[in-house]
């Protein structure tokens, strides 16, 4: 289609009132009501008119849309629909987009947008961006996400579908999610390769149902072996699986510890309320070979007091897969790493005379009304006494069980019953 003469200038456009407004090669410029401006192309293609928007005034200057109008021509003169056209280069340009987005720009662009601002729990945010993150999918998260498939989703989960089943169930879901969404923005085709209803049930076991409140725990007397193994390994992951099981600690609790909860001089780390589980403070003795282990990781600190003390790749703590993956390389994965604190306990039990209020203090369960009292003091002496024994244990020193301690913990004398009393009222208070 030939141009002709043009009629509009940029004075007439920026003055011109309402209406439909030709500037001459069928190019218009429409006026609302509102005096909003914006260009049109009206042409007849197989009998059919329409109409092509080529965008608002002065975002596309009249010079602009002249040459959008003709371009527009010459498909016509082509046979080309033009509008027809446009969208296949969006789309085309969409998909050289989905090209370029990997897995690990996708999944964190769309959490922060949509799952985060729906999740009231600092932790689950955490849990969230921790397994879509380098820990679990690092071999997800640089690969273009219109190109995940099946192989790449059963390489990410069967190392740890049945190491950790929960977590692993929770990844899958996770995944999932992430490709759901890249599909409904059109930067994926296909089925879902992390369904796994009709798909990857149909690759990967059945998850074993967890049973609820138990740990699978290693058995007190193949510890000391696995502590030599673990001796031999020059990592700070495997540093922090000692330190946990020196301190008969939760993982989450030694994994967090940072230096200002650390005194050395008293050998005592304080792990603060926010951090424990019951929300109270939590003193834990330092044992010979805790300390050796917090020796070794001066060299990752320093001046400032309050980094952690095992630090992960980013200002996050480690991550607990660490862990699991730390395991899995040893072939030892067949329990959790808070099994060990069963194991604590277990050694407590049948290898010492250790009352029980005291092994109990060691792990910061809740007590009783009377072993509560006992309790104001938190057995800080005692709990180190113990913790050594488990320590001498641990390096398989020969002596390491501990027969006796405080045996008149176990009951309370006569003389000490008004006391206990007058504390017992106090905590009721």
Same mark, same amino acid.
């Given at each position: 289609?030939?141009?002709?003469k ?13 209406g ?5 090669g ?5 006026v609302?009501?509102?005096c909003?401006?914006r260009?049109m ?5 197989g009998?059919r ?5 080529l965008?608002?005034y002065?975002?596309? %200057?009249? +010079?602009g &849309?002249?040459?959008? !109008?003709?371009?527009a021509? =010459? ?5 080309i @629909?033009?509008i027809?056209?446009?969208? %296949?280069? +969006?789309? &085309?340009?969409?998909? !050289?987009v989905?090209g370029? =987005?990997?897995?690990?720009s996708?999944? @964190?662009?769309w959490?922060?947008e949509?799952m ?6 600092e ?21 273009p ?5 099946t ?9 740890i579908?049945l ?9 899958r ?5 992430v490709?759901?969404?890249?599909k ?5 085709s296909g089925e ?25 725990a ?9 502590m030599?193994r673990l001796?031999?390994r020059?990592?700070?992951a ?5 330190f946990?099981i020196?301190?008969?600690?939760r993982p989450?609790?030694a994994?967090?510890a940072?230096?200002s ?11 603060p309320?926010?951090r424990?589980k019951?929300r ?8 010979t ?8 990781m001066?060299?990752?600190?320093s ?6 003390v095992f630090p992960g790749d ?9 862990l699991?993956r ?7 994965p ?10 604590f306990r ?5 290898a010492?005379?250790?009352p029980?209020?005291?092994?109990e203090?060691?792990?910061?369960h ?5 072993e509560r009292a006992y309790?104001r ?7 180190r006494?113990?913790?050594?024994g ?6 398989a ?8 301690l ?18 017992l009222a106090?905590?009721?208070?």
């Open positions: 289609m030939a141009q002709g043009h009629l509009l200038n940029n004075r007439l456009v920026q003055t011109l009132g309402p439909r407004h030709a500037d001459g069928n190019l218009y410029l429409i609302d009501e509102s909003s401006r260009w192309m009206r042409y007849q293609l009998g008119r329409r109409e092509m928007g965008g608002g002065p975002a596309v %200057s009249l +010079a &849309a002249r040459v959008e !109008a003709h371009r021509s =010459e498909l016509l003169a082509k046979g @629909d033009p027809s056209n446009r969208k %296949s280069e +969006a789309a &085309a340009q969409q998909a !050289a989905a370029m =987005e990997t897995f690990g996708f999944a @964190d662009r959490f922060a949509k985060e601002p729906q999740l009231q729990s932790k689950h945010k955490y849990q969230w961006k921790q397994t879509l993150g380098d820990s679990y999918c690092a071999s997800l998260r640089k690969k996400i219109s190109e995940v498939n192989d790449d989703v059963v390489a990410v989960l069967k190392p579908w190491v950790v089943p929960e977590t692993a169930k929770r990844l879901g996770r995944i999932e999610a490709l759901g969404a890249a409904a923005q059109r930067l994926r879902n390769p992390a369904q796994w209803r009709g798909h990857l049930s149909h690759m990967l076991s059945k998850s074993p149902k967890l049973t609820r409140g138990h740990h699978k290693l058995s007190w007397e193949k510890v000391p072996a696995l030599a001796r031999g020059e990592a700070i495997s540093d922090a699986l000692q946990i020196l301190t008969a600690s989450g609790e994994l967090g940072r230096w909860e650390i005194d050395l001089k008293r050998k005592i780390w304080t792990v309320a926010k424990m019951k109270k403070e939590h003193r834990v003795p330092l044992t070979s805790a300390l050796a282990v917090l020796e070794r001066k060299q990752y600190r001046d400032d007091g309050d980094q952690l980013t200002e996050r703590p480690m991550s607990p897969a660490t699991v730390l395991r899995v390389r040893m072939k030892e067949h329990y959790t790493t808070h099994g060990f604190r069963s194991s277990d050694w407590a039990a049948e010492t005379h250790v029980r209020e005291v092994a203090g060691c792990l910061a809740e007590l009783g009304d009377t309790q003091a938190d057995f800080l002496e005692r709990k006494s113990l913790l050594q488990w320590d001498n244990h641990c390096a020193i020969e002596g390491a069980n501990v027969h006796v405080h045996p008149a913990l176990s009951q309370p004398t006569p003389a000490a019953a008004p006391a206990i009393s007058q504390q106090s905590l009721a208070n």
